[in-house]
């Protein structure tokens, strides 16, 4: 086989130095008859196809790459003036754009037909295994994986993970997270062969496949993921990369929200800080929305001091950078003023509550349900001080933005309304709590049917209120 001949699959339509038909120096055309000039006008639309298809995909029209190729594969066929290899490398780029928009049942005809002209091309095995992992084959795959693969990752260009990665975000997009995460393997595989094990490009493609398995809900794997790109970035770029700060904060979500490791969660943050801090300074808007993350894990973890330092650094941060009425600044009030009801410091969480929700006024819609969420801890303050008339206040606007966005009949408005209902009972007010209860037991029904067990307390509160009221 010749060294045109074995020129490997995966190809980019786009790759520069690729020749069309009418480029190619080593065609082979039949004698014609010196008396007629040749016929040309077949390749020239061969030629006129291929450039119309690389023009459509970098316009991003990539459901009309196939419609032209395919016409162009059509023409090529039965004419001998087509060399072999010209026609395979048009079904390689057919099956490329067949993968690009999901075809791959089509993409695996092409390379059926590839394998009939060619069935030593040395990259065949590795496309095949590509459609066989994104169209859900995965025992073909596998069976692929284990035995013949890696022997064709030698002659793939470097293009070829390129692809491989195009396929394998398709497969992300539309939800097929196992088949994605096989792609990104394949991927790491060709980047690492092409240009080291070790090489940021191969960082890349882990963050890339540890998105995905976080996705899939295998977060473990996806934490090994990062933390490998973490490995790499570290020793090729450096220990304060910008690069390492997505990995980073990958890491410690899935430490903190999934896996309750707050204790690493807390490690890797402040190592993304350290990075932040050297790259950009630590007065600098990245840094400190990282600050804040720390600052929740912290008041999660029971240090609640530390974390009401870090909050109060954010909102003086923001207080310069943007003004008094940043949203950031309600943002970290409301944390703030949870950290202060946990202390029952009620008074100091009421000033914080207040500020937020005037913030947020200003800033927002009445209606917007981060108004609710400032209603709901301002009255959780007021309570606590006894001002009961004004949290019921607070309680009857939140209540209000939650029937607004979901509906009069929604569990939330509910969880709202007990609230009264407590302060109710609170002040004595036996017969209105009573009121109040009941709302909510026909809400809860509606939600949950008549033998939920939040209805059935609801109805062994109101037994209990009526008993006492009669006594």
Known sequence: MSSDEKKPFWRKLFAGGDKGPLDNEKIQTPAQSQSEPPDHSRMIEVERLRQEARLARSMGDLEKCPVLLEQAVD?????????????????????????????????????????????????????????YAASGELDKFERIREKDIHKSIPALTKASAGFVRDVAEICEQNGRYREAELLYQLDID????????????????????GRTQFLAENYLSAVDSFQRAVSILEGTKGDDSTELISPL???????????????????????????????????????????????????????????EALYKEEIAFFEKKEGPDSTEIA?????????????DCNSEAEDYCRRALTIRLKNLDENDIEIAACCHFLSASLVGQGKYAEAIDAVKQEVSILEHNFGS??????????????????????????LVLKRISSI????????APQVQAVREQLKELSSANDE
């Open 75 to 131: 023409l090529m066929k039965g004419d001998e003036r087509f060399v072999q290899r010209e026609v395979v490398y048009h079904l390689e780029i057919l099956a490329e754009s067949y993968c690009l928009v999901g075809q791959f049942e089509k993409a695996a005809q092409a390379f059926e037909q590839i394998e009939s002209l060619e069935p030593d091309n040395p990259s065949l095995t590795f496309s095949q295994a590509v459609v």
């Open 190 to 209: 060709v980047t690492s062969a092409h240009w080291a094990p070790h090489h940021p490009l191969v960082a890349k493609s882990l963050i890339d496949m």
């Open 249 to 307: 904060h990958a890491m410690a979500q899935i430490y903190c929200d999934y896996l309750d490791r707050l204790d690493q969660g807390e490690a890797v943050l402040r190592r993304a800080i350290a990075v932040q801090t050297k790259q950009s300074g630590r007065n600098h808007a990245d840094s400190m929305l990282t600050i804040r993350t720390l600052a929740d894990v912290l008041a999660k973890s029971g240090k609640p001091d530390e974390a």
């Open 331 to 343: 943002d970290s009030s409301i944390r703030l003023a949870r950290i202060c009801l946990e202390k």
């Open 409 to 434: 009949d929604d569990p939330s408005v509910a969880g709202a309304l007990n609230k009264i209902a407590k302060v109710k009972i609170a002040q004595g007010d036996v017969p209105e709590a009573v």
């Open 444 to 451: 809860l029904e509606k939600c949950f049917g008549p033998d």
